[in-house]
């Protein structure tokens, strides 16, 4: 079974700072991994994501995350915080079951990231 | 543009009525998902379709149902609202799997339901 543990449920920068969001996972197969953000009142929308190509992904707005298979991480960072970043981020494994011939996602609770001015 | 669309956006009603909550998409996926979003639990899964006539249960599924007459539409139905079923319920859609699918969830905007 696979499983996602964001490990903060709420991360708070100042803006101009570094963002550090964790996420952990766990999988029986190869999984493909996700970051989606959800700003208030709307809907889920994909920053990025990891299919098995390069470690190091690079996403929309800055953002990026490096698979790490020893680790079962895939953190996202971006360089510098911006006031547009306050939303919520969720992590998500999505792993191809062959024997089922479908795939099953699984989020993570997420993480609420505040920037301060 | 191919997109996802949710409606009502907001709905409020009483407990025992049914309630009909439409997702269309227009990406010609095969794929499509019903979730819940409530403080503290994240996105949670209710039912899911891989295609026409397909319907699945998800891990909070009690109280709603499901039908997919075609490739577009996937209402959830609330066959009797309760005040638990207060929520946030997001539609989703994916391209299958065989067609080079990979899990990535195109999502609509969302809609609140108040059950009083």
């Known amino acids: 079974a696979q499983s996602v543990t964001q490990l903060d449920s709420h991360v708070s920068v100042s803006e101009g700072t570094p963002v550090l969001l964790r996420c952990n996972y766990s999988?029986?197969?190869?999984?493909?991994l996700f970051w989606y953000v959800q700003h208030p009142n709307k809907g889920l929308q994909l920053l990025l994501k990891?299919?098995?190509?390069?470690?190091l992904v690079k996403g929309i707005n800055g953002f990026e995350a490096e698979f790490k298979k020893s680790e079962t991480s895939f953190h996202l960072t971006k360089p510098s915080a911006h006031m547009s970043d306050a939303a919520e981020y969720f992590c998500?494994?999505?792993?191809?079951?062959?024997?089922?011939?479908?795939?099953?996602?699984?989020f993570g609770k997420g993480t609420k990231l505040s920037v301060i001015p | 543009d191919a997109e996802i669309t949710q409606s009502p956006r907001h709905k409020i009603t009483e407990t025992g009525r049914q309630v009909t909550l439409a997702c269309h998409q227009t990406?010609?996926?095969?794929?499509m998902f019903w979730y819940r979003q409530d403080l503290g639990h994240g996105l949670r899964l209710i039912h899911y379709?891989?295609?026409?006539?397909?319907?699945n249960k998800g891990e909070v599924s009690d109280g709603y149902s499901v039908s997919r007459s075609n490739t577009e539409d996937l209402p959830l139905t609330l066959e009797s609202a309760a005040s638990s079923q207060t929520s946030v319920y997001f539609c989703?859609?994916?391209?299958?799997?065989?067609?080079?699918?990979?899990?990535?969830?195109?999502f609509g905007e969302g809609s609140r339901l108040t059950v009083l």
């Open positions: 989703a859609s994916s391209e299958r799997l065989s067609a080079g699918g990979t899990g990535e969830l195109f």
């Open positions: 999988s029986s197969y190869s999984p493909s």
């Open positions: 990891y299919t098995s190509a390069a470690t």
């Open positions: 998500v494994v999505s792993d191809l079951d062959s024997g089922a011939g479908s795939y099953q996602l699984t």
């Open positions: 990406w010609n996926h095969n794929n």
């Open positions: 379709s891989y295609g026409v006539h397909d319907t």
